[in-house]
């Protein structure tokens, strides 16, 4: 398995996995999640680092249907200015490829946000640490899980 379900599994925590066949060639990792297990693209959740202007990474965790607003992420850390971070960078952090970095798990522990509109959700899907694999939880188990706050980083 992958350190996310590790870590889940760890804590008794209560979800699900859902894997699907990954298409290489497939435009967005988190719209064909969606669209490969039928969910709404509102209900899917990506993972996104971000850097401070003093080098600190942040995970954002937004619907794949939107975007993440740079600006609200800023203000919700309560730094002046987020850029997103070098998907380099960001495979270091996580331990997790681009496209199947989880917001659970990861290699070091990070200031984690999450979007404010998975809270409408009786649960959500974020990726589960691989292309082709989520993981479906409550949003308030990933916020307990990661040390997130919600905030209304998505647009």
Not at 30 to 52: C, D, H, I, N, S
């Amino acid at each position: 398995m992958t350190p996310a379900i590790d870590l889940l599994k760890k804590a008794r925590a209560e979800f699900r996995v859902h894997s699907y066949a990954h298409d290489p060639k497939s435009a967005s990792y988190g719209l064909e999640a969606a669209e490969r297990l039928g969910l709404p693209p509102e209900q899917v959740y990506k993972t996104l680092l971000a850097a401070t202007e003093k080098g600190e990474l942040l995970v954002a965790v937004v619907p794949v249907a939107g975007s993440l607003d740079l600006k609200a992420l800023a203000t919700a850390a309560g730094v002046k200015k987020v850029d997103m971070a070098d998907p380099s960078v960001a495979q270091r952090s996580t331990g997790y490829l681009v496209g199947g970095i989880s917001p659970l798990g990861q290699k070091k522990r990070l200031r984690t946000f999450v979007d404010e509109s998975a809270r409408r959700f009786p649960s959500i899907f974020v990726s589960a640490g691989r292309r082709g694999l989520e993981v479906e939880l409550a949003a308030q188990v990933l916020a307990d899980h990661t040390g997130a706050s919600f905030a209304a980083i998505g647009r």
